[in-house]
């Protein structure tokens, strides 16, 4: 069972500030999280795509339950956190991306 690493935890190790400006909410309710990774896991996805994945509350559930998680992120803050604590946890792919400039180049 891999060990759930709260946000609040996770913001005495890296340096996690909500932005204003790209309206950043964490998602930090255990009980949400978990129907969260529930109703996605229950369609058994091989590969999941996390749009802003943050703090990496749901990532961190997620990527040892799926063959592979991408994650599209563009606040840098979060870049050590998601190479550090989700990436280890299966295969997981970063992307440093704003999600609308993205789909744009596409």
Do not use: C, R
């Amino acid at each position: 069972m891999i060990e759930f690493i709260h946000p609040s935890e996770l913001k005495k190790l890296y340096p996690i500030l909500a932005k204003k400006s790209f309206g950043q909410n964490f998602l930090v309710h255990g009980p949400i999280l978990n129907t969260l990774t529930k109703k996605i896991l229950e369609h058994k996805p091989s590969t999941v795509l996390e749009i802003g994945p943050g703090a990496a509350s749901l990532s961190q559930l997620l990527a040892p339950q799926v063959q592979e998680l991408i994650l599209v992120e563009k606040d840098v803050q979060f870049k050590d956190l998601l190479t550090e604590i989700v990436k280890p946890l299966g295969k997981v792919e970063i992307f440093w991306y704003d999600k609308l400039q993205m789909l744009l180049e596409v």
